[in-house]
């Protein structure tokens, strides 16, 4: 018994050591936050195509129903059956699943079509709720004008997070480093927001320890964590400056040569830095740009109702 359990310490104490971060670390916010491949320096690793762009969106419209442990039955049915089918497509290219998906697309369809019509009160309730809108294309002549009529008064969007950013180039498209930046500050302040404390995500990594014979230290959390819980979510005009502020704090501890990062490059050849000027000064004209994405973002920049979409 004694020479097992010496064997078994013997084994424990030479354990590879792996560290893992105790948050969402800003480095990868920023490679998260690149939306497409026009940018020579920041580049997506998604596809860049549509539905990709659309991702985020439909996660937010679908999750809960079809996800969420609160979800009804019947919803989680539906999303297991498409998954089926989709897998069909994938693997075998089956024409009777797609032409199914197809089916049952323009049945869903169909009774939003039913809402907007019979329904107006539900429909008028759950349309600014979400961020997309089951559109009914047909080849009868009135589905452009019944369509357009369906957009303009579904208020998409006008009531989610993303109500002061609604139809946003610097939210959505661009991927100047300014607004790639301003979106991973915004994005890393909703995650890094609440996260469990070090103690319980270190016993998460017990059983995985046991079971790899590895030994995971979790790390402890960068200075800027503290006060994050402080910031509203979403960013509104009101709180820009405070997420500006984060940001900066942010950037500083993780990255405090940002500025020498290759996306950065036209700042520093700029020319009035080109005969040698001091970092702060680079780095204070990158964190001004960055403050106007903010505010773009955020919708200071507009002063329509958050109802109409901003273009900027």
Sequence with gaps: MALQKSRKTKKLKHRPIGYWPS?????????????????????SCSMGDHPAQLCDFLYYDLDRCLWHR?????????????SILRNRVNQFKCLNAA??????????T?????????NREIFDKLAPLHKSLPILATIHPDTSKVMAGMVANARLGTKTDDAFRIGSKTWFISDAPASVY???????VHMNTNLDPISRQQASWVKFDD????????????KYIAGMDQLPIPITPASVIQYWRKGKEIILEEMPEFHLRPEWEKYRERR???????KGVIQHAIFKDILIALKTIAGANNRRAPSKAVTK
């Design 23 to 43: 948050h969402h670390r800003f480095r990868e916010m920023v490679d998260f936050c690149v939306r497409g491949k026009t940018n020579p320096v920041l580049q």
């Design 70 to 82: 609160t979800a009804l039955k019947e919803g989680k049915a539906v999303r297991e059956k498409l």
């Design 99 to 108: 032409d199914t998906i197809w089916a049952i697309a323009v049945e869903a």
């Design 110 to 118: 169909s009774e939003i079509l039913n809402l907007y019509f019979d």
């Design 182 to 188: 301003a979106r991973a500050i915004v994005t890393s």
């Design 211 to 222: 079971e790899h014979q590895v030994q995971t230290i979790v790390l402890p959390f960068p």
């Design 272 to 278: 009035n830095y080109k005969d040698g000027a001091k």
